[in-house]
């Protein structure tokens, strides 16, 4: 009888400790991402969106020597590789500038090789503001817009800058 008792006072532990494992939750799985672009191969997507884009409509902001001084420094350097260089360099032209749609989206593209999604997705969103809304440079934008999503994970969000990339383009009247 003793060995009987002794068996019914040894079940109570391991059985807590069972009943705890089965209520404790899983780990959440984690949801299979696509596979992230370099930085390289987003800024290359949204220089040929700027690239294709052939509107009717493009326009070109009046060239400032200085401003257009710095930019020509400043993709010497991202060609380099010295992607802080190229920063400060724009930075320095947005001092002068500050409301140059141009800057602000080669500024973004800089920050995307910096690997600075939120900066660069400010900036691009920024330019488009102040910038025509139709051309090359706003396909620009909103191609930045739709990789900062795309490597966000938000499929949701890439498709409609996609929709709006679109949306830059004027097609010419037929003169036939």
Same mark, same amino acid.
């Given at each position: ?6 068996? !019914?006072? @040894?079940?109570?532990?391991?059985? &807590?400790?069972? !009943?705890?494992? @089965? ?13 992230? !672009?370099?930085?390289? &191969?987003?800024?290359? &997507?949204?220089? @040929? &969106? ?17 401003? /257009? ?48 999604? @939120? ?14 809304? !139709?051309?090359? $440079?706003?396909?620009? /934008? ?5 990789? $900062? ?24 009247? /037929?003169?036939?």
């Amino acid at each position: 009888m003793s060995f009987v008792r002794r068996s !019914l006072y @040894a079940w109570p532990l391991p059985l &807590a400790a069972i !009943l705890l494992t @089965a209520c404790t939750t899983p780990a959440p799985v984690e949801t299979p991402r696509h596979p992230a !672009l370099t930085p390289a &191969a987003m800024v290359a &997507a949204i220089r @040929a &969106a700027g690239e294709r884009e052939q509107s009717v409509i493009a326009v070109q902001p009046l060239a400032d020597p200085g401003i /257009n001084a710095w930019q020509a420094a400043a993709e010497a350097d991202v060609q380099a590789g010295h992607y802080d260089a190229a920063a400060a360099k724009l930075d320095q032209a947005l001092k002068r500038s500050p409301d140059s749609p141009d800057l602000l989206q080669d500024r973004a593209e800089v920050a995307v090789y910096q690997h600075d999604y @939120a900066q660069a997705q400010k900036l691009a969103q920024q330019s488009w503001t102040l910038g025509p809304k !139709l051309g090359p $440079l706003c396909a620009r /934008n909103w191609e930045t817009i739709a990789q $900062l999503r795309q490597e966000a994970g938000d499929a949701a969000g890439a498709t409609t800058a996609q929709n709006w990339v679109a949306k830059c383009h004027v097609q010419g009247i /037929n003169r036939f």
